[in-house]
C-alpha cells in the first residue's frame, strides 16, 4: 500500500508542487485546497496522467469542522495518513501594526496557526502510538518572515508564522515518544501567486537583489527539501525548522 501525503493548499503553489514531486516518489496524495476547484482538479489530473495517485478535497482549514471532515475523507477515500504537510496560507494586504484590524489579523490567523492546528490534531489522532497509530510526520511550512520580520507592513503574517515555529517545538516533546516526527520548512521569497496582494512580480523583482543566491526560490525547490524531511533519510530531524530561503 502506498504511503499517504496530505497537503493542504496543494491546488497552487509550494503546495502544488509538493503534491506532484511526492506522487512522483511514490505517495498517494490528498491535494486539499480552500476554493479554487480547477487548480487541484487539475493538479490531481497531471498526477493520474504521469501514472499516480491524487484526490483533491475541498476544505476552508480556518473551520475546525472542515479539517475534521478533510482527514475523514481521506481515511475513506487512501486509508490512512503517513505525513501531513499544513502548506496553507495567506498573506493580506499591508498593514503597519498601529493600523491593524480584526478583519486582517484574524482571517490570518484563522488560516495559517488554527487552521495549522487543526489538521495536525487530525492527523497526530491518526498516527500518534498513543492513538494506536503507526507513527507518522507533520511538516509545517513557516516563514522566513518567522525570523526576519517580513516584508514591510506585515507584521501579523510574520507573528502568525513564528506562531508556527513555536508550535513545532512544543509539539515534538508532545509526540516525540510516540512515533511522530514534527519539523517547520521556512520559505525565504518563492515565487507563486501568493505575492499578487503585496505587489507580484514587481515586488519580487525589487526584493530578489537582497537575497544572497541573487533570484527568489522556486516552489519545486521547496518541495524537494519536504519530501527529503519527510523520509526515513530525515530520521533524526524533529522540533526544529529548516531554512530554504536563498540564504535571506
Ligand atoms: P499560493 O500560491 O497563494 O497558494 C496558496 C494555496 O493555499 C492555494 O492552493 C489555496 O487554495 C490554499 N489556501 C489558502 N487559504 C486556504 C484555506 N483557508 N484552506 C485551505 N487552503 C487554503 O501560496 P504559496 O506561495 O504556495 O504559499 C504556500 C505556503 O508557503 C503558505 O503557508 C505561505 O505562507 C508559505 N510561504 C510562502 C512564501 C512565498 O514566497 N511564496 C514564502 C514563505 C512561506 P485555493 O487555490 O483554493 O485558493
Given at each position: 500500500m502506498s504511503r499517504v501525503m496530505i497537503i493542504t493548499g496543494a491546488g497552487?503553489?509550494?503546495?502544488?508542487a509538493i503534491?506532484?514531486?511526492?506522487?512522483?516518489?511514490?505517495?498517494a496524495v490528498c491535494v486539499n485546497y480552500a476554493s479554487n476547484a480547477a487548480a487541484a482538479t487539475e493538479v490531481v489530473a497531471e498526477i493520474e496522467r504521469s501514472g499516480g495517485k491524487a484526490i483533491a478535497v475541498q476544505a476552508d482549514v480556518a473551520s475546525s469542522e472542515a479539517c475534521t471532515r478533510l482527514f475523514a475523507e481521506v481515511d475513506q477515500r487512501l486509508g490512512r495518513v503517513d505525513v501531513l504537510v499544513n502548506n496553507a496560507g495567506l498573506v493580506s494586504r499591508q498593514c503597519r501594526a498601529d493600523s491593524i484590524t480584526p478583519d486582517v489579523i484574524e482571517r490570518m490567523f484563522a488560516v495559517n496557526v488554527?487552521?495549522?492546528?487543526?489538521?495536525?490534531?487530525?492527523?497526530?489522532?491518526?498516527?500518534?502510538?498513543?492513538?494506536g497509530g503507526p507513527g507518522?510526520?507533520?511538516?509545517?511550512?513557516?516563514?522566513?518572515a518567522a525570523r526576519h520580520g517580513g516584508l514591510?507592513?506585515?507584521?501579523?503574517?510574520?507573528?502568525?508564522k513564528g506562531a508556527i515555529d513555536s508550535m513545532v517545538a512544543g509539539l515534538a516533546k508532545e509526540v516525540g515518544g510516540?512515533?511522530?516526527r514534527v519539523v517547520s520548512v521556512r520559505p525565504g521569497l518563492?515565487?507563486?501567486t501568493l505575492h499578487e496582494v503585496h505587489g507580484g512580480e514587481a515586488m519580487i523583482r525589487r526584493v530578489a537583489p537582497s537575497i544572497p543566491l541573487g533570484r527568489p526560490g522556486t516552489p519545486e525547490e521547496i518541495a524537494e527539501t519536504v519530501i527529503w524531511l519527510a523520509?526515513?533519510?530525515?530520521?533524526?530531524?524533529?522540533?526544529?525548522t529548516i531554512d530554504v530561503t536563498g540564504g535571506r
Open positions: 497552487r503553489g509550494i503546495g502544488a503534491a506532484r514531486l511526492a506522487a512522483s516518489r511514490g505517495y488554527f487552521g495549522t492546528f487543526y489538521c495536525t490534531r487530525e492527523a497526530i489522532k491518526r498516527m500518534s502510538t498513543r492513538h507518522g510526520v507533520v511538516i509545517q511550512i513557516s516563514s522566513a514591510p507592513e506585515e507584521t501579523h503574517y510574520a507573528a502568525s510516540e512515533g511522530v518563492i515565487t507563486t523520509s526515513g533519510a530525515a530520521s533524526y530531524i524533529h522540533g526544529t
